[in-house]
């Protein structure tokens, strides 16, 4: 089967541009230097246009040494670094690029994200956080949300950024600015935190949501 490639809008001229998101099945997944150097050589080679001949040849190995080097089954010297990255026209650096990377994920198991309180919580909201990650990756806040028969309409939220509500039970008329959104379990909306928006209306209780929040870059808590 043909997968077709996802689009996104390019950041300086606002097209579509094609994006692909799918990674080779032989993508090192830990820190294994041989597979990382492996990949970024064969990567680099074919988007070259060199076959592994010519490029052996123009870096001075074996055919069979860089075939080896490319299935990662030797290590290569700080020499041969050197001149696989020569070869290539690019920097040493750019052969290790993936490796020693720590990539940070965050598992909450059902019903054990931390409870944390936020402006609804003196009016009955129950806000529950599924996980955060440092730096920039900060930026992006999961919330489930409960809303039960001790919860209120009130308050109206504004802030820096989008946010993406995904109804999972119950229904709730949603604000936002001068519209009204009736949202029911897989309904979704997408919405700029700048729009003052909140619940208006609780219609059928109980109520969970999943509000996922992505701020800006340089955003300040």
Partial sequence: MTTRPETEVHRDTGDPAPVERE????????????????RQVRALRKA?????????????????????????????SLSTLARLAAGLDVPVTSLFRGADTARDAVYVEAGHGAVIVGRGTRVGHHYELLGALRGQHKRLEPVLVTLTDASETFPLFQHAGTELLYMLEGVMVYGHGEAEYTLRPG??????????????????????????????????E
């Fill in 48 to 76: 070259s246009g060199l076959s592994v001949g010519d490029m052996a040849a123009k870096v001075g190995i074996s055919k069979a040494m860089l075939s080896k080097i490319e299935n990662s089954q030797t290590s290569c």
């Fill in 187 to 220: 309904d979704s909306l997408l919405l700029d935190g700048e729009g003052l928006h909140g619940p208006n209306d609780l219609v059928r209780l109980p109520i969970r949501f999943l509000a996922v929040t992505a701020y800006p870059d340089h955003h300040e």
């Fill in 23 to 38: 990674v080779p099945s032989d993508t090192p997944t830990g820190p294994d230097l041989e597979k990382v150097i492996a």
